[in-house]
């Protein structure tokens, strides 16, 4: 493969740089956790248009990853970097000054398109930048870790933001970040493109068309339940889907190369990704829940609270590189995973009042993350030739936006389930009240002035029943992995040494057309 050559100080420093607008990202996902009381009572939306303030954004940037990857492969990818840094400062002081809710639903979908932009370019250029495996594997679980430090900094910054300013505030973060990057890339960041072909429009839309409807449907099944909307949207995306993947077959520049699935690695490694993500959406999603509702914590201190998970994170991120360096990725990811079904042990035996063996067993889980984050994007990145990488790199962020929505969906309704399930109204309560006792942890907490205190303690341990069979069945489905991710990659030599670590996809050059 020849990828011998080592990163000096420039490349290292860009990568320094790459990691603001990925921090920055990640800290876009979390933050309006704190700030949506402050800003609805300023704008005053309505429960849809919360709804929408909410989504916007992850809808728009999980539909143009792939999109916006092969894009930056044609036009370049640090030209494509900084049109998105430029884009996100400006939405982001859109979204600060927003008069109303609608104006903030259009500044958040842009926000998500300018987003889209982000993702793929910073990882597509540190494929570029670091040639050698080691070190290339190395700034991934870099990148890996900024985006999830960036997720657990989200609600604090954010409160800090409201409590010392107002809420939009919390947006302009992103505009000295956007400066910073705007001014460093032409010293730090030299410039990548491909020589492919101009790109296809119909493809675009049916990319679209195939996104969108299933990310509706997800979330739309976690908020309401699998009804005939959800089914609706399913079918509209899966047909999307279909056509999709025979335009792209037909295609001599498709807007994804589908030979990229050849690759038994590159394959591997996106299933894994994706489960392992579906376990640590879901549970994340649960855990900042059991926190603020069953301990009673504040939105920033379960913040805090999410400090040592964070800290593990950035262990497996930065660690795993290094162990596959002399054990091959597949046996260090599928060995992190076993590790990590103790987290999802204490998940599943936890109770009232264990927040500490919550947060440690969502460490174990979030170690798992860091590993398989950074070994498995390496991985993919690593197979596709270098004139994909951004594709490439925009498929795995894809598969991890689907894999985090659907945890949320599958891991919240089985813990709704269960919730309802295990849970009696007390008598004496309307029927109105009773049902919205029944409904959800959050619905009996609405009442707490009216419910004795048996009550909302039998509340409380409904939920955390549901938590604890919802940890159970992702510890199951994250063993499976496990055991696929030995069965399938631990082939791969380790990192560095003479044979190609992730059976590379034939490219017909190296493209490195620097600007």
Same mark, same amino acid.
């Given at each position: 493969?020849?990828?011998?050559?080592?990163?000096?100080?420039?490349?290292?420093?860009?990568?320094?740089?790459?990691?603001?607008?990925?921090?920055?990202?990640?800290?876009?996902?979390?933050?309006?956790?704190?700030?949506?009381?402050?800003?609805?009572?300023?704008?005053?939306?309505?429960?849809?248009?919360?709804?929408?303030?909410?989504?916007?954004?992850?809808?728009?940037?999980?539909?143009?990853?792939?999109?916006?990857?092969?894009?930056?492969?044609?036009?370049?990818?640090?030209?494509?970097?900084?049109?998105?840094?430029?884009?996100?400062?400006?939405?982001? *002081?859109? #979204?600060?000054?927003?008069?109303? $809710?609608?104006?903030?639903? %259009?500044?958040? =979908?842009? &926000?998500?398109? /300018? @987003? +889209?932009?982000?993702?793929?370019?910073?990882?597509?250029?540190?494929?570029?930048?670091?040639?050698?495996?080691?070190?290339?594997?190395?700034?991934?679980?870099?990148?890996?870790?900024?985006?999830?430090?960036?997720?657990?900094?989200?609600?604090?910054?954010?409160?800090?933001? *409201?409590? #010392?300013?107002?809420?939009?505030? $919390?947006?302009?973060?992103? %505009?000295?970040? =956007?400066? &910073?990057?705007? /001014? @460093? +890339?032409?010293?730090?960041?030299?410039?990548?493109?491909?020589?492919?072909?101009?790109?296809?429009?119909?493809?675009?839309?049916?990319?679209?068309?195939?996104?969108?409807?299933?990310?509706?449907?997800?979330?739309?099944?976690?908020?309401?339940?699998?009804?005939?909307?959800?089914?609706? #949207?399913?079918?509209?995306?899966?047909?999307?889907?279909?056509?999709?993947?025979?335009?792209? &077959?037909?295609?001599?520049?498709?807007?994804?190369?589908?030979?990229?699935?050849?690759?038994?690695?590159?394959?591997?490694?996106?299933?894994?990704?994706?489960?392992?993500?579906?376990?640590?959406?879901?549970?994340?999603?649960?855990?900042?829940?059991?926190?603020?509702?069953?301990?009673?914590?504040?939105?920033?201190? #379960?913040?805090?609270?999410?400090?040592?998970?964070?800290?593990?994170?950035?262990?497996?991120?930065?660690?795993?590189?290094?162990?596959?360096?002399?054990?091959?990725?597949?046996?260090?990811?599928?060995?992190?995973?076993?590790?990590?079904?103790?987290?999802?042990?204490?998940?599943?035996?936890?109770?009232?009042?264990?927040?500490?063996?919550?947060?440690?067993?969502?460490?174990?889980?979030?170690?798992?993350?860091?590993?398989?984050?950074?070994?498995?994007?390496?991985?993919?990145?690593?197979?596709?030739?270098?004139?994909?990488?951004?594709?490439?790199?925009?498929?795995?962020?894809?598969?991890?936006?689907?894999?985090?929505?659907?945890?949320?969906?599958?891991?919240?309704?089985?813990?709704?389930?269960?919730?309802?399930?295990?849970?009696?109204?007390?008598?004496?309560?309307?029927?109105?009240?009773?049902?919205?006792?029944?409904?959800?942890?959050?619905?009996?907490?609405?009442?707490?002035?009216?419910?004795?205190?048996?009550?909302?303690?039998?509340?409380?341990?409904?939920?955390?029943?549901?938590?604890?069979?919802?940890?159970?069945?992702?510890?199951?489905?994250?063993?499976?992995?496990?055991?696929?991710?030995?069965?399938?990659?631990?082939?791969?030599?380790?990192?560095?040494?003479?044979?190609?670590?992730?059976?590379?996809?034939?490219?017909?050059?190296?493209?490195?057309?620097?600007?």
């Amino acid at each position: 493969m020849g990828r011998s050559a080592r990163a000096g100080w420039r490349e290292w420093s860009g990568l320094a740089l790459l990691a603001l607008p990925t921090m920055l990202l990640g800290l876009d996902v979390t933050a309006l956790y704190l700030v949506v009381p402050s800003l609805s009572a300023d704008l005053r939306p309505t429960a849809t248009e919360t709804l929408w303030i909410m989504d916007a954004y992850g809808f728009l940037i999980a539909g143009f990853l792939i999109t916006m990857g092969t894009l930056g492969d044609r036009i370049g990818r640090r030209r494509m970097l900084m049109i998105g840094m430029a884009a996100f400062g400006a939405a982001s *002081v859109f #979204a600060a000054f927003a008069p109303d $809710a609608l104006w903030l639903i %259009v500044a958040r =979908a842009l &926000l998500g398109v /300018a @987003g +889209a932009t982000l993702m793929p370019s910073t990882l597509s250029l540190i494929s570029n930048m670091f040639t050698d495996v080691r070190q290339r594997a190395l700034a991934i679980g870099v990148w890996a870790t900024m985006f999830a430090l960036g997720m657990a900094a989200g609600p604090v910054v954010g409160g800090a933001m *409201v409590a #010392a300013f107002w809420w939009g505030a $919390a947006f302009l973060v992103a %505009v000295p970040v =956007a400066a &910073l990057v705007l /001014a @460093g +890339a032409p010293a730090l960041l030299p410039e990548y493109r491909s020589r492919a072909g101009r790109l296809d429009l119909p493809s675009v839309g049916l990319s679209l068309a195939a996104m969108l409807p299933i990310i509706y449907a997800i979330k739309h099944a976690a908020a309401h339940g699998v009804d005939a909307q959800a089914w609706l #949207a399913v079918v509209v995306g899966a047909g999307s889907a279909v056509a999709f993947v025979r335009r792209q &077959l037909r295609l001599s520049e498709p807007l994804l190369d589908m030979k990229l699935f050849t690759s038994r690695a590159f394959s591997s490694a996106l299933g894994v990704l994706l489960v392992g993500l579906v376990g640590f959406g879901g549970v994340m999603f649960l855990v900042t829940q059991y926190l603020q509702l069953v301990e009673g914590l504040s939105p920033t201190a #379960a913040g805090l609270w999410m400090g040592p998970p964070a800290l593990a994170m950035l262990v497996g991120a930065i660690g795993a590189p290094l162990v596959a360096g002399r054990v091959s990725p597949g046996v260090v990811m599928s060995g992190t995973l076993v590790l990590s079904l103790a987290g999802y042990a204490l998940l599943g035996l936890a109770g009232a009042g264990s927040t500490v063996s919550v947060v440690a067993g969502f460490a174990f889980v979030y170690l798992g993350l860091g590993v398989i984050a950074a070994l498995g994007t390496d991985i993919v990145v690593g197979a596709a030739p270098s004139e994909r990488s951004g594709s490439a790199a925009a498929l795995s962020e894809t598969v991890q936006e689907l894999g985090i929505a659907a945890g949320v969906a599958l891991l919240g309704s089985l813990t709704t389930v269960i919730y309802r399930s295990g849970i009696e109204a007390p008598s004496g309560l309307s029927p109105a009240a009773a049902e919205t006792y029944g409904d959800s942890l959050s619905g009996a907490l609405l009442l707490a002035d009216r419910l004795p205190v048996r009550a909302l303690d039998h509340a409380r341990t409904a939920f955390t029943s549901g938590l604890n069979t919802a940890a159970v069945v992702a510890g199951l489905a994250v063993a499976a992995a496990a055991l696929a991710c030995f069965t399938t990659l631990r082939h791969l030599r380790p990192l560095g040494h003479n044979v190609p670590e992730a059976e590379p996809i034939a490219s017909t050059r190296r493209s490195g057309d620097e600007e």
